[in-house]
């Protein structure tokens, strides 16, 4: 019913940036909320920052001030600005969102995409 496709991972130095993008698609009437999870090597799946339809937006307090969550509504899709990147910012990045389908289904969608590989090394 939905697809999430992420992109925009791969290598950079530390403090360098780059910016994940996660694309929607299928019969989506609105977005509820949408985010992004990291998964290092050995660890588990943690939050790094969500957004909701209303604009409001939660970070985990590791990248508090280096990252950026944002939206594209009329695109379906969701950003991750990330700066000042760190070898401990190097995991497999996730997109995850809840959309409310479109009539006459108009039921709620919520899942994962496939991941996108981010790490930082120099």
């Known amino acids: 019913q939905v697809q999430l496709v992420e992109s925009g991972g791969g290598l950079v130095q530390p403090g360098g940036s780059l910016r994940l993008s996660c694309a929607a698609s299928?019969?989506?009437?609105?977005?509820?909320?949408m985010g992004w999870y990291r998964q290092a090597p050995g660890a588990q799946r943690e939050l790094v920052a969500s957004i909701t339809s209303d604009g409001s937006t939660n970070y985990a307090d590791s990248v508090k001030g280096r990252f950026t969550i944002s939206t594209d509504n009329a695109k379906n899709t969701v950003y991750l600005q990330m700066n000042s990147l760190k070898p401990e910012d190097t995991a497999v990045y996730y997109c995850n969102a809840e959309f409310l389908l479109s009539p006459p289904d108009g039921s709620t969608w919520w899942g994962w995409g496939p991941g996108t590989q981010v790490t930082v090394s120099s």
């Open positions: 299928g019969r989506i009437f609105r977005f509820n909320d």
